[in-house]
């Protein structure tokens, strides 16, 4: 039973900084992505930033060079660092993953992923 769980989010004023970890568990896969993903109020949900077995990663240009994607070396909790925040960040988000190795230009399509976490809430001001 594969679950991810966020968490980290809060509310900070832009230009601030926050640490989003999703722990996971249940995986029994040799190789496995995983992403981090977005959703603001009447947007659709959009790939940010993936990682993949390999441990190459993939950003949207939006956050590119203020975040960061890394994983432990257990590969068990993914974390995203996010800098120099903006309010145009403000947004629910979400972890992913999915057990199957994916071509870095795969790793941000969420209809890529197969199992999601419960979300975290993210405000910029």
């Known amino acids: 039973h594969v679950q991810l769980v966020e968490s980290g989010g809060g509310s900070v004023q832009a230009g601030g900084s926050l640490r989003l970890s999703c722990a996971a568990s249940g995986f029994t896969y040799s190789s496995y992505c995983m992403g981090w993903f977005r959703q603001a109020p009447g947007k659709e949900r959009e790939g940010i930033s993936g990682i993949d077995s390999d441990g190459s990663t993939s950003y949207a240009d939006s956050v590119k060079d203020r975040f960061t994607i890394s994983r432990d070396s257990a590969r068990v909790t993914l974390i995203l660092q996010m800098n120099n925040l903006k309010p145009e960040d403000t947004a629910t988000y979400y972890c992913?993953?999915?057990?199957?190795?994916?071509?870095?230009?795969?790793?941000?399509?969420?209809?890529?992923?197969?199992?999601w976490g419960q979300g975290t809430q993210v405000t910029v001001s």
């Open positions: 992913a993953a999915v057990p199957t190795a994916l071509p870095w230009y795969f790793l941000l399509r969420r209809d890529k992923y197969e199992y």
